[in-house]
């Protein structure tokens, strides 16, 4: 399996297309020292004592509601299980490699707080033949993708849920010793770190991109308007997302929402 170096707020299409393909990732060591600055930035801010979202309190409603030093890895654990809800079939594997290494630069950046070991997680993940089963449906959009992440981090992480290894479904506690690894409890704001994000959502528009390439030879800029390339760049990404509805057809006068599906 080919490795490709990945510089966090750097990658090309080219490299998220080679992980798609099967290509194994690895960070640049250079965004070690900025991800290494966070969380310190973190373990101070549990030293010191007060109350930070996120961090040391609850969520939501709950943001008043201090924690316990001792509970903190439990409050992350928390997050993680009680959005682990999604539904649907299970995206495919290319897409899941492909959200991991997503989520492996966007924690490299160094902003999220997490330690180097949760990247080497995600690292092992792809180079050990370890694919977290994640429900298709789930994302609440703008909050971010955080049931599809959460199946992922309860998986790679707690070794909760379901994992294929080496072409094999099983319970991912099961998978992780098969793969040489042990659960790695969640350190503070790790799991809220994890979730966040719309790694899900963004890998699957890429793989859209890169199955539509795919079916139409040449590229569509050779097309001509009106010769159905619309059409069939559709038909791709539907056959690679059997979660997503065909539009709905206009109605006798195009208008409704019927209509307004079918225009956009």
């Not at 040391?56 to 959005?83: C, P, Y």
């Not at 319970?171 to 719309?198: F, I, Q, R, Y």
């Amino acid at each position: 399996m080919s490795i490709i170096r990945l510089l966090p707020g750097s990658a090309d299409l080219a490299t998220w297309r080679a992980v798609h393909a099967g290509a194994g990732f690895e960070l640049d060591p250079s965004c070690r020292p900025q991800v290494e600055r966070g969380d310190a930035t973190i373990q101070a801010i549990v030293a010191k004592g007060e109350p930070v979202y996120g961090v040391n309190t609850g969520f939501g409603k709950l943001a008043s509601v201090r924690i316990g030093t001792q509970d903190l890895a439990e409050l992350q654990r928390n997050i993680v299980l009680s959005h682990a809800a999604g539904v649907g079939v299970p995206l495919g594997r290319d897409i899941v490699r492909l959200i991991i290494a997503m989520k492996a630069a966007s924690l490299g950046q160094g902003a999220s707080g997490v330690r180097w070991s949760v990247i080497e997680r995600l690292q092992q993940a792809l180079a050990r033949d370890l694919v977290p089963i994640i429900p298709a449906q789930g994302s609440v959009g703008a909050s971010g993708d955080l049931a599809p992440l959460a199946h992922l981090a309860a998986a790679l992480f707690l070794g909760v849920g379901e994992m294929e290894h080496e072409g094999r479904r099983q319970d991912a506690a099961s998978a992780l010793v098969e793969a040489g690894l042990d659960p790695l409890p969640l350190g503070p704001k790790e799991g809220l770190a994890l979730l966040n994000g719309t790694q899900v959502s963004t890998s699957l528009a890429l793989a859209g991109v890169f199955a539509a390439r795919a079916a139409l030879p040449g590229g569509a800029r050779h097309r001509r308007a009106g010769d159905g390339c619309g059409e069939r760049l559709g038909r791709a990404f539907r056959s690679t997302h059997p979660c997503i509805a065909p539009p709905a057809r206009p109605d006798r006068h195009g208008g409704g929402t019927a209509g307004a599906d079918a225009r956009q």
